[in-house]
């Protein structure tokens, strides 16, 4: 099937989780506009607001009230990114999911050029080629992507870049682990599929302050992909061959 034809049967949903972004989310909506003007897709916008403490809240319900394109859902509590993107999944109506942060270091155009590449590929990562970091985020980053790399061997060059997007049907086959999110990539190809990677544009932070610290950069990421290499020895996939089902009534 070519791209445009694919393409023409596909829905998108972008996962947007946010912890304390106040100050961000209303020039992120002026971004994300840009893109949803532009897709080739009907594309829904997902905020999955992880317990937020400012007024990150009461700043999603008015931009969700106004804008059928975006929606929300609130977590009682703060449970990390991994649990916030989970939830997220777990929600989306579409065939496509993606994810990109509310901290606006990366651009939702940038959406527009992981789109060619289904349904050939099963996800597209970014690699944020010139990173505007501060120089312990950029290594601490270094050091872990290289240590995970050589633990796992999965070839994501960059498997914390928040630009992804992936098919429905690999996406929800992700189990809910802590640092599940370090790992999508890895996760996807478990289940056979395969992965793109392109070079995404990449900014300073445009307000706030980042949520990381060397901490957990360096050795949660380090205890993460040990509990990865668990998951991996005894992950199963299966295939059908043949089957016959009786239809059953719904009884409502």
């Given at each position: 099937?070519?791209?445009?034809?694919?393409?023409?049967?596909?829905?998108?949903?972008?996962?947007?989780?946010?912890?304390?972004?106040?100050?961000?989310?209303?020039?992120?909506?002026?971004?994300?506009?840009?893109?949803?003007?532009?897709?080739?897709?009907?594309?829904?916008?997902?905020?999955?607001?992880?317990?937020?403490?400012?007024?990150?809240?009461?700043?999603?319900?008015t931009i969700c009230q106004t804008n059928p394109q975006y929606e929300y859902l609130s977590l009682r509590q703060n449970r990390g990114l991994s649990t916030?993107?989970?939830?997220?999944?777990?929600?989306?109506?579409?065939?496509?999911?993606?994810?990109?942060?509310?901290?606006?270091?990366?651009?939702?155009?940038?959406?527009?050029?992981?789109?060619?590449?289904?349904?050939?590929?099963?996800?597209?990562?970014?690699?944020?080629?010139?990173?505007?970091?501060?120089?312990?985020?950029?290594?601490?980053?270094?050091v872990a992507n290289a240590v995970r790399r050589t633990l796992i061997n999965d070839g994501i060059q960059d498997t914390g870049c928040p630009l992804k997007?992936?098919?429905?049907?690999?996406?929800?086959?992700?189990?809910?682990?802590?640092?599940?999110?370090?790992?999508?990539?890895?996760?996807?190809?478990?289940?056979?599929?395969?992965?793109q990677q392109l070079p995404v544009r990449h900014f300073p932070r445009f307000a706030g302050t980042a949520k990381y610290t060397l901490w957990n950069r360096?050795?949660?990421?380090?205890?993460?992909?040990?509990?990865?290499?668990?998951?991996?020895?005894?992950?199963?996939?299966?295939?059908?061959?043949?089957?016959?089902?009786?239809?059953?009534?719904?009884?409502?």
């Amino acid at each position: 099937m070519s791209t445009a034809a694919y393409l023409a049967q596909q829905s998108l949903t972008v996962l947007v989780p946010v912890f304390n972004e106040e100050e961000s989310l209303g020039q992120f909506v002026v971004e994300m506009d840009k893109f949803l003007a532009l897709s080739p897709v009907p594309t829904t916008v997902l905020f999955i607001n992880d317990g937020s403490t400012d007024g990150s809240l009461a700043l999603l319900r008015t931009i969700c009230q106004t804008n059928p394109q975006y929606e929300y859902l609130s977590l009682r509590q703060n449970r990390g990114l991994s649990t916030a993107l989970k939830a997220g999944i777990d929600h989306a109506r579409t065939t496509l999911i993606g994810y990109i942060d509310s901290d606006i270091q990366t651009t939702p155009l940038d959406f527009l050029e992981f789109l060619p590449f289904f349904p050939e590929y099963d996800m597209v990562n970014g690699i944020r080629a010139q990173r505007q970091d501060t120089v312990v985020k950029k290594l601490s980053s270094k050091v872990a992507n290289a240590v995970r790399r050589t633990l796992i061997n999965d070839g994501i060059q960059d498997t914390g870049c928040p630009l992804k997007i992936i098919k429905a049907e690999y996406a929800r086959r992700i189990p809910l682990f802590h640092g599940m999110h370090r790992f999508l990539g890895a996760l996807v190809q478990l289940q056979g599929g395969r992965v793109q990677q392109l070079p995404v544009r990449h900014f300073p932070r445009f307000a706030g302050t980042a949520k990381y610290t060397l901490w957990n950069r360096a050795w949660k990421p380090l205890v993460d992909t040990f509990g990865f290499r668990w998951i991996r020895s005894r992950w199963k996939n299966y295939d059908i061959s043949e089957q016959q089902r009786a239809s059953v009534a719904v009884v409502r």
